[in-house]
């Protein structure tokens, strides 16, 4: 993985930006902070481009949610 130009951002191998030194939950504090900025950025792309990392993150914070849910059942 390599940072990117976003402070606290990793690119990993599939291209996708992940917030460093994440743990379980931090994912939807990481997605809000990026979609606050999104708003007041000036560049239409840009903040294309980072609402589509925000929805990223949501997804993976989903998935988090859904397993341990899941690791809960398995006991």
Same mark, same amino acid.
């Given at each position: 993985?390599?940072?990117?130009?976003?402070? %606290?951002? $990793? =690119?990993? &191998?599939?291209?996708?930006? *992940?917030?460093? %030194?994440?743990?379980?939950?931090?994912? @939807?504090? !990481?997605?809000?902070?990026?979609?606050?900025? &999104?708003? =007041?950025?000036?560049?239409?792309?840009?903040?294309? @481009? $980072?609402?589509? =990392? *925000? &929805?990223? !993150?949501?997804? $993976?914070?989903? *998935?988090?949610? !859904?397993? %341990?849910?899941?690791?809960?059942?398995?006991?």
């Amino acid at each position: 993985m390599k940072m990117s130009d976003e402070s %606290g951002l $990793l =690119i990993s &191998a599939t291209g996708h930006c *992940v917030p460093t %030194g994440t743990s379980e939950g931090r994912y @939807r504090s !990481w997605a809000a902070r990026m979609a606050d900025r &999104a708003t =007041i950025e000036r560049d239409a792309s840009e903040a294309e @481009r $980072l609402m589509s =990392i *925000v &929805a990223y !993150w949501e997804r $993976l914070a989903n *998935v988090e949610d !859904w397993q %341990g849910d899941g690791a809960s059942f398995a006991r």
